[in-house]
C-alpha cells in the first residue's frame, strides 16, 4: 500500500501487503512512461519486491480527475484509498506522459 511520496528525493514509500513490512522505491530517472500501443494504455508503475517476494504495482491509467480532491471529497472511497490516491497524484506531477484524462 502506498504510503508516501518524497518528490525532492523521488523516492515512493510504501509498505507491504503481504507482511507490512516498510519498502522504499526510488523513481530517479525512471519518469518516462510508455504508451503500450497493445494494450491502448501506459505501463504499470513497478515497486520494489518485498524481500517475502509480494511486488505492487502502480496503476498510471487513472485519469487526473480521479486523483483530485473533489472526486476524492464527492465519491465513497475509503481513508487508505484516498491517502493512496494523493501519491499517485503527486506522483503524476513528476512523470513525463501526456495525461489521458
Ligand atoms: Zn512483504
Given at each position: 500500500m502506498l504510503k508516501d511520496i518524497d518528490k525532492d528525493k523521488s523516492i515512493i514509500y510504501s509498505t507491504c501487503d503481504?507482511?507490512?513490512?516498510?519498502?522504499?522505491?526510488s523513481y530517479d530517472g525512471k519518469t518516462d512512461i510508455a504508451y503500450l500501443e497493445e494494450f491502448s494504455e501506459y505501463e504499470n508503475f513497478?515497486?520494489?519486491?518485498?524481500?517475502?517476494?509480494s511486488m505492487?504495482?502502480?496503476n498510471l491509467n487513472l485519469y487526473y480527475e480521479e486523483v483530485d480532491e473533489l472526486f476524492l471529497s464527492v465519491n465513497n472511497l475509503s481513508e487508505d484509498e484516498k491517502s493512496q490516491r494523493r501519491v499517485i497524484k503527486r506522483l503524476f506531477e513528476d512523470l513525463n506522459f501526456e495525461k489521458i484524462g
Open positions: 503481504n507482511c507490512n513490512k516498510d519498502i522504499a522505491t513497478s515497486l520494489n519486491h518485498c524481500d517475502c517476494g505492487e504495482v502502480i
